[in-house]
């Protein structure tokens, strides 16, 4: 079973890893995080936190364009092209196909994470003269926050199209960064009762994405609980699990 | 013991919206297709014989009806561990070498990972392309892509080939390069699964032969039973004049013009008639031959 | 061209994001010390256990009934 989704994982990787759209999100990203070390009109102490957080914040946006880039495009492309054809012509599950698209959109994602991750760190050894523990964690988290988009993705591509997916992911994206605040006083404010139903529904669907950001935590260099990382990272597994299930079952079923 | 191909009243509808109602691809499609032969499967474009091999593949679901390989349901994907298969354009990521598509094929047909790298060099040397194996396959022409698509349909050693259109984009020299690796895969025992146009080929190829029309069985056989009708004989003669012809009219004859001359076409039942009319024209006879319809004749009678 | 303008929409679209979880956070503060954020983890992880508990028995029941009409 591991070696079909393995080897579709692989041509998934080599597929995206040579699309324009991942180079040029990679370059870009990595060129904000070179050209934050322009902040030199603030004193030391602060200029360090604001390039802490706008590096991460680059990582984060510059992870999930990826998983949307990338994961919005693969699936619908192989049925277009019929690429898919030769594929699933071998004893290899509609699911297992799926999971292997998934885990290449994620490596190539995480291949983009990484070359960014590295430019910070040199960025912060250029600063503070030393490594910075707490990057570990934040990019840890940030990139199963990034896991959790890229299924999204991957997911409603099985049934999408490549823009109708872009949208969708990008639309629970911002939805479930801003849940708990924004979708959480909608439910509060909302009178009637099917009204309050409907964001209610919204609200547990969408990704609870927050919860992910540890970004105050490498500014500020505050302890995370070690019980709410563990949760945090059940979490995002079971969500990824649970959204990866449903785009296998959507393409179980489909004609291609 | 099961066949390699069952289809038992196998159908499939598609519906085409509310106003423009359903279309019938397949109706009722009852074969089975014996192990070790090549079986050609013929019909006109359109008329399902795509469809059913995506139905055998599980690439689409059957509306009705039900089929198997080897006796086990096409819907389960380990039953495609003894199937290869050849869309009829195969498409593969431009970037991939042919070395990388087979190896790749060999590995999901289950191959062990010790033998692939060798198992892909052999489908490529069997298909002729050993030397095209580390260039991109974008670079590569239609024919020799569709010789990539061969070479991954057979690299896993399976016991059933699918092949849509196995010779489509081929040279002549490519399409009995093809013709023989047919026929040698039906010497190893293996069942082939021909779909294909080229009805001069399914005639050489071919053991057993099924004929589509609109999505329904026309004929199914071998060459010589779809070809059907009896012998006939054929006259050449040099010219004929408008008496003879106006004389022939009056017996069940077919006059044609040939290149070489005119031909008469008779059954056996009437041939001494036509001899006798044909004498007292003082026609000069240039040849006579038997002649059976050709499969091409039998397709068009059928399927047109 | 094409790559280009797509890329720039989004890239627009996704720093549009940027004030919307900036707000949340500057008023929340620390998440991990906000209740609201474990107990909204727990209830979608009961959820999604519940929906795949149903699916399962659903399932099952389906599998007894096809065998018991297959029996009967």
Not at chain 3, 32 to 61: D, N
């Amino acid at each position: 079973m591991m070696t079909g989704i393995w080897t579709i994982a692989k041509m998934s990787l080599l597929e995206n890893s040579r699309k324009q759209v991942f180079h040029v999100l990679c370059l870009l990203m990595l060129a904000i995080i070179a050209g934050s070390t322009l902040l030199s009109i603030f004193t030391e102490g602060v200029q360090i936190k604001i390039l802490k957080d706008l590096c991460m914040t680059c990582i984060l946006f510059g992870g999930a364009a990826m998983a949307i880039a990338l994961g919005s495009s693969g699936i619908p492309n192989d049925v277009e092209s019929r690429t898919i054809h030769p594929l699933i012509a071998r004893p290899l599950t509609r699911a297992q196909y799926v999971m292997g698209k998934f885990i290449g959109t994620f490596i190539t994602v995480s291949i983009g994470v990484a070359a960014m991750t590295v430019a910070f760190s040199a960025l912060i050894f250029m600063f503070q003269h030393s490594f910075d523990t707490y990057v570990g964690l934040a990019v840890l988290f940030t990139l199963l926050e990034v896991a959790i988009i890229t299924a999204i993705a991957t997911t409603v591509s099985t049934f999408a199209t490549p823009a109708v997916t872009t949208v969708l992911t990008f639309l629970a994206y911002v939805g479930g960064t801003i849940k708990i605040g924004y979708v959480g006083g909608l439910i509060e404010r909302s009178s009637g009762g099917l009204t309050k139903a409907l964001y209610s529904m919204i609200y547990h669907a969408l990704p609870n994405l927050e919860c992910f950001n540890l970004k105050t935590s490498l500014v500020h260099h505050d302890a995370v609980p070690a019980a709410y990382l563990g949760q945090v990272a059940l979490y995002g597994v079971c969500y990824i699990a649970f959204v990866l299930v449903l785009g296998m079952s959507f393409f179980a079923r489909k004609e291609v | 013991m099961a066949h390699p191909i069952e289809t038992e009243n196998l159908s499939k509808v598609y519906a085409l919206g509310r106003r423009k109602g359903t279309r019938i691809a397949l109706d009722g499609l009852s074969i089975e297709v014996p192990e070790g032969v090549v079986f050609g499967f013929l019909g006109p474009n359109g008329a399902g014989k795509t469809t059913t091999i995506k139905m055998l593949l599980d690439f689409v679901h059957p509306t009705s009806g039900s089929a198997t390989m080897f006796g086990k349901p096409t819907t389960e994907a380990s039953t495609r561990r003894a199937v290869g298969y050849l869309p009829e354009q195969p498409y593969f990521h431009k970037f991939l070498k042919p070395m990388e598509v087979v190896s790749m094929h060999a590995t999901l047909a289950g191959v062990e990972r010790r033998m692939v790298r060798e198992k892909a060099l052999n489908a490529l040397e069997r298909t002729g392309i050993a030397e095209y194996a580390d260039t991109p396959i974008g670079k590569l022409s239609k024919g020799l892509t569709q010789r990539v698509g061969i070479a991954q349909a057979i690299v896993g050693d399976p016991k059933l080939l699918i092949l849509d259109e196995p010779t489509s984009g081929l040279d002549p020299i490519g399409r009995r390069h093809i013709r023989d690796l047919i026929l040698e895969l039906r010497k190893e025992g293996k069942t082939v699964f021909l779909s294909s146009h080229l009805l001069s080929e399914v005639e050489s190829t071919c053991d057993t032969v099924a004929v589509l029309k609109r999505g329904t069985l026309v004929a199914y056989g071998t060459p010589d039973e779809v070809r059907g009708g009896d012998q006939r004989l054929s006259i050449q003669v040099q010219e004929l004049d408008k008496q003879t012809r106006d004389s022939l009219r009056f017996i069940d004859v077919t006059v044609e013009e040939r290149a070489g001359g005119v031909t008469v076409v008779a059954s056996p039942d009437n041939i001494y008639e036509v001899m006798r009319t044909l004498e007292k024209s003082d026609a000069r006879i240039v040849r006579v031959q038997t002649e059976r319809e050709s499969l091409e004749e039998a397709f068009l009678r059928l399927a047109a | 061209m094409r790559i280009v303008r797509t890329l720039a929409a989004s890239l627009a679209l996704i720093a549009l994001a940027g004030p919307c979880h900036a707000d949340g956070a500057e008023e929340l503060g620390h998440h991990w010390y906000v209740p609201t954020y474990r107990m909204e983890m727990q209830t979608q992880i009961a959820i999604m256990a519940g929906f795949a508990l149903a699916v399962l028995a659903a399932s099952w029941l389906a599998k007894v009934i096809r065998t018991r009409r297959s029996r009967g």
